[in-house]
């Protein structure tokens, strides 16, 4: 075991550093953003990424890495619970299932997933390692928690229906971020003040439970 002070190199990354990376690979992709234009954005020295990454691949994977920690992060407990909570009844996996959705529209205000979402929007249309790393422990869990409670509540659907299902209700929290010029001027607002996620939230929570209400055909 270690002692408390001892400091590991996860522990030194200067805090700035991923951010920093996150943000301009987000806005130039990885060959526009410089491994030296991000040392010198974040304060720290070019030393540091050599040290700490290798060079400028590890550097991308590592804020892909932090991406999807950050994700957990937020997302972890609270999909955990829903799934939980989900177990007990069909009207309690379609409950839980909102919630879920809520939880992820809540994320996808939150001022630092901008910049989280440049650079993963930038990885759906040109995949790279780092996606493998996005979907495999950031995405793939919050789908698969998806998956289960879909299944409990439209159980006369069949596998790949299900997985459809569940990427267009991510998708509906996820325009709260991706389309977020979008939904500003379809909403004439010039931002999205607190009464519009209010509303945002409330609509997605009402589409959720509607469409899982809606009869097999």
């Not at 997302?75 to 989900?86: L, S």
């Not at 793939?140 to 596998?159: N, T």
């Amino acid at each position: 075991m270690r002692c408390s002070f001892e400091r590991t190199k996860a522990d030194m990354i200067p805090a700035t550093l991923l951010d920093t990376a996150i943000d301009q690979f987000g806005r130039l992709g990885f060959e526009g953003a410089s491994t030296r234009g991000i040392a010198r954005a974040s304060g720290t020295a070019m030393s540091s990424i050599t040290y700490h990454f290798g060079g400028k691949q590890g550097l991308y994977l590592a804020a892909a890495e932090h991406i999807a920690g950050s994700i957990r992060k937020l997302q972890g407990e609270p999909v955990a619970r829903a799934v939980a909570m989900g177990q007990e009844s069909s009207a309690a996996a379609a409950e839980a299932l909102a919630t879920i959705l809520d939880s992820l529209a809540q994320m996808m205000l939150r001022p630092e997933t901008e910049a989280w979402s440049r650079f993963i929007i930038r990885e759906q249309q040109f995949p790279t390692e780092a996606f493998d790393i996005l979907f495999a422990k950031a995405m793939q869990p919050i789908l698969d928690a998806f998956v289960e409670l879909i299944g409990r509540v439209r159980p006369d659907l069949a596998g790949r229906d299900t997985v459809a299902m569940a990427l267009l209700l991510f998708g509906q929290a996820m325009v709260l971020r991706a389309g977020r010029a979008a939904v500003c001027r379809a909403l004439h607002v010039d931002q999205i003040d607190d009464e519009t996620a209010a509303l945002l939230r409330a609509r997605l929570r009402a589409n959720v439970l509607c469409i899982l209400s809606e009869k097999p055909q």
